[in-house]
């Protein structure tokens, strides 16, 4: 019994130094390079689980996590298209993404490569905020901000270089804290006052012109409601002066009825308010309360004789 239990012992020992020497295991966080006498043979990258490999030193395994990794710039100065400084700081979430090139260029150590990240970072940061305006960055219209295009371009300018060269997987570029000094500052609010003030002079002419418009559309109906309304006035007037021509007409046929409605137009304009009157009964219109004056139709202007009063 004893004699079985060293072999089974020496038989697990076997297999632990044989696991040790000729396998090794990639996770799902990891990405591994296999190198043999020292140049790279295999690469795991998305392939995690038990490998084989020569033991060392025929063969060697260099492994590096794989997940995203957060680095970011110290604030630093820079210009835009018309020369105005700012402050930026930005950022970029990289990964190993090509195990060779990270383990050949920049010896698998992250310091190193995210030394190389700072100045590339730094280049594209520089060159993409010198082609933007200031008014990309800060604008009281915000979607006159540009924040996602720079973004984007300084991506751009990062990317291709950091996984070609170093092998350094850049998944995004952004800008976590923009600053101005002093300077800038009051010519921001400047800008932003004059912005503001042509804005409200453009609407204010918006309004003028409006009004010019309304009051134009007023004036116009208001001719032509006049025009319309002397029309009207014009008939009303024509057809009142030839009912009154038929009027003239009958009283100059009779001159006498003439003279007694007018009379007693006269006297009831006299006798509107309760008045007390004297005057003698023979002046016009009061000669009307002492005697009726002769009315007959069959008188004539063209005739003397009257008919006989009743």
Not at 12 to 36: G, M, P
Not at 68 to 93: D, F, G, H, K
Not at 176 to 184: D, F, G, M, R, V
Request: a neutral charge.
């Amino acid at each position: 019994m004893r004699n079985l239990s060293v072999l089974i012992l020496v038989v697990v020992i076997a297999v632990v130094l044989s696991l040790f020497l000729f396998s090794f295991q990639v996770r799902e966080t990891e990405v591994a390079v296999v190198t043999r006498f020292r140049q790279p043979v295999r690469t795991y990258v998305d392939d995690p689980g038990w490998k084989l490999k020569w033991p060392s030193p025929i063969e060697r395994v260099y492994t590096f996590d794989a997940r995203n990794r957060l680095y970011e710039r110290t604030m630093e100065q820079t210009t835009t298209a018309e020369a105005n400084p700012i402050i930026v700081t930005s950022y970029a979430i990289w990964r190993v993404g090509d195990p060779i090139k990270f383990l050949e260029n920049v010896n698998g150590d992250y310091v190193q490569a995210e030394r190389h990240l700072y100045s590339l970072l730094g280049n594209s940061q520089n060159t993409v905020v010198g082609r933007h305006s200031f008014s990309d960055f800060v604008n009281a219209d915000p979607d006159q901000c540009k924040f996602d295009q720079i973004e984007q371009e300084m991506l751009d300018g990062v990317k291709e270089i950091a996984r070609d060269k170093y092998g350094m997987e850049v998944v995004a570029v952004g800008i976590k804290q923009l600053a101005i000094n002093e300077s800038t500052t009051a010519k921001v609010f400047d800008r932003m006052k004059k912005d503001r003030q042509g804005r409200a002079e453009t609407i204010r002419g918006q309004g003028r012109a409006e009004a010019t418009k309304i009051e134009s559309d007023a004036e116009a109906k208001r001719t032509e409601l006049l025009a319309i309304v002397e029309a009207q006035a014009k008939a009303i007037r024509g057809q009142a002066d030839a009912e009154a021509a038929r009027h003239y007409e009958k009283l100059e046929q009779n001159a006498d009825l003439a003279m007694f409605l007018r009379d007693l137009e006269a006297l009831k304009k006299i006798l509107q308010e309760r008045s007390t009157i004297v005057l003698g009964t023979d002046v016009a219109p009061l000669r009307l309360l002492r005697e009726m004056p002769d009315v007959s139709t069959t008188s004539s202007p063209k005739n003397d004789s009257a008919s006989p009063s009743r």
